[in-house]
């Protein structure tokens, strides 16, 4: 069973800067590739950011590019969201996600996913 637990959300002024973690257990961490997705209120989940089991490929949503990093610690078992210069349009739900599929690249389908975290509120006020 795998189970991945987000932390690190909150309330934050436009501007500043949120670090979200989602620890991963149950399997072996580094054979994931993983993703962040985020849910706006009253509107569908989203694609954020991924990152490859090794680190070396990665990819974002235009709405992330320049202002989030997607990085992870293998020795940890965790992949972390460092969003900065937040908008009150990145309120959100943000879940991190997990495609244990043996593939050469990251995806952004949110079906190719196979495992969720809960989800970890972050509200940015203006």
């Known amino acids: 069973q795998v189970q991945l637990v987000e932390s690190g959300g909150g309330l934050v002024q436009a501007g500043g800067s949120l670090r979200l973690s989602c620890t991963v257990s149950?399997?072996?961490?580094?054979?994931?590739?993983m993703g962040w997705f985020r849910q706006p209120p009253e509107k569908e989940r989203e694609f954020v950011a991924a990152?490859?089991?090794?680190?070396?490929?990665?990819d974002y949503a235009d709405s992330a590019k320049g202002r989030f990093t997607i990085a992870r610690d293998n020795a940890k078992n965790t992949v972390y969201l460092q969003m900065n210069s937040l908008k009150p349009e990145d309120t959100a739900v943000y879940y991190c996600?997990?495609?244990?599929?043996?593939?050469?690249?990251?995806?952004?389908?949110?079906?190719?996913?196979?495992?969720w975290g809960q989800g970890t509120q972050v509200t940015v006020s203006s």
């Open positions: 996600a997990a495609d244990v599929a043996f593939r050469g690249g990251v995806v952004r389908r949110q079906t190719q996913y196979n495992y």
């Open positions: 990152i490859s089991r090794t680190g070396g490929m990665i």
């Open positions: 149950g399997r072996t961490f580094s054979s994931f590739h």
